[in-house]
């Protein structure tokens, strides 16, 4: 085993630790838990069976297992981008209700006195 | 007839003094939204006789409006201006537009400057002004001479057909959309816009990247 290997493994590791860590503590649900045990177990089977993913690669019409790699790690953050971009929105968008309701709620309440 | 004057200001401390007085001969109720200023604009506009809407955060010029219109609309006001707090716009101009509601039947008018006055402003904005105004008529089928003019008067009844989501300056465009698509009845006057100094320091607006913005939304249908 390479020193490499050895530290995806430990990677992994406390990357699942933490993962159940959050779960038991209700910072995360089971949706994202079982994401993240997917990802870092997936992780963990092409660190210790690396031909895995080259086997992968060539049945979806890849040459090489890093491309495969690399094109889900794009598609990955692709999506993480796009999901934080409309969540960003989603919060912008609340702020501004609430900003907006606040000033109107003090100019009401300025009123009545 | 009840009109609400909203005034928009972000940190206009040195001008919104001399607008809210400047409006006195509006015989109108001067409202200002205070967009999360870090100035005194909040507290000069009050001493100068206006009744002040405070957003806690800055969330932009159409977020202001919207709050100030919003406001007008809860308290029974007949008619709502929209008047920027820099001093480009002329109290006496939004005193005629006001004249024009009591002897014609419109819902909008809209402010503008390109009905044959002659133009003041700095070379680059009036390029920018006249691309937004191709561009809302290719993108948008939108006729208006200068749809990003912020001088507007509009009866209050008509509030809840044109409320606008957006909270920057694209705001102008979808007011214009909202104007067209209910099929209200708009007029146009020509208006002059006062650029100074102050003005001329303040960021060129509305900016190229808008044109991008307002493709992108009537891509999704959303304009």
Same mark, same amino acid.
């Given at each position: 085993m390479t020193a490499f290997q050895i530290i995806i493994i430990f990677i992994s590791g406390y990357s699942i630790f933490k993962s159940v860590y959050k779960l038991i503590k209700k910072e995360i649900g089971w949706a994202l838990f079982a994401l993240w045990l997917s990802v870092w177990l997936f992780v963990l089977v092409i660190n210790f069976f690396p031909l895995s993913i080259t086997w992968l690669a060539n049945s979806v019409g890849i040459g090489r297992g890093v491309d495969l790699i690399v094109y889900l790690a794009l598609l990955i953050v692709f999506y993480v981008i796009f999901k934080t971009h409309l969540r960003i929105k989603c919060l912008e968008k609340k702020i501004s209700r609430l900003v907006s309701a606040q000033a109107l709620k003090k100019a009401n309440e300025k009123k009545v006195e | 007839m009840n009109v609400a004057v909203i005034v928009p200001a972000f940190n206009e401390s040195r001008k919104i003094g001399e607008v809210v007085k400047n409006l006195a001969v509006c015989d109108c109720s001067i409202i200002v939204?205070? +967009? #999360?200023?870090?100035?005194?604009t909040a507290k000069i506009a009050e001493q100068n006789g206006a009744l002040v809407l405070r957003h806690e955060v800055n969330l932009g010029q159409g977020a202001a409006l919207r709050t100030g219109s919003q406001y007008a609309y809860q308290n029974n006001f007949d008619l709502i201006a929209h008047f920027d707090?820099? #001093?480009?716009?002329?109290a006496e101009d939004l005193k005629k537009m006001l004249n024009i509601f009591k002897t014609d039947k419109v819902d909008a008018l809209l402010g503008s400057r390109f009905m044959g006055q002659s133009f003041s402003g700095p070379i680059v904005k009036k390029i920018i002004l006249k691309l937004a105004k191709i561009f809302s008529k290719l993108i948008l089928q939108l006729q208006y001479s200068?749809?990003?003019?912020g001088l507007r008067i509009f009866r209050a009844n008509i509030f809840p057909k044109i409320?606008?989501?957006? +909270?920057?300056?694209?705001h102008c465009t979808e007011i214009l959309c909202h104007l067209k698509k209910n099929d209200l009845a708009v007029k146009e006057f020509p208006m002059v816009v006062l650029y100074d100094e102050y003005s001329s320091?303040?960021?060129?607006?509305?900016?190229?990247?808008m044109g991008l913005k307002i493709f992108w939304e009537k891509l999704l249908n959303r304009l």
């Open positions: - | 939204v205070d +967009d #999360g200023s870090e100035d005194e707090a820099d #001093g480009q716009h002329s200068d749809p990003q003019n409320i606008w989501q957006n +909270d920057d300056y694209l320091t303040k960021k060129v607006k509305p900016k190229v990247s």
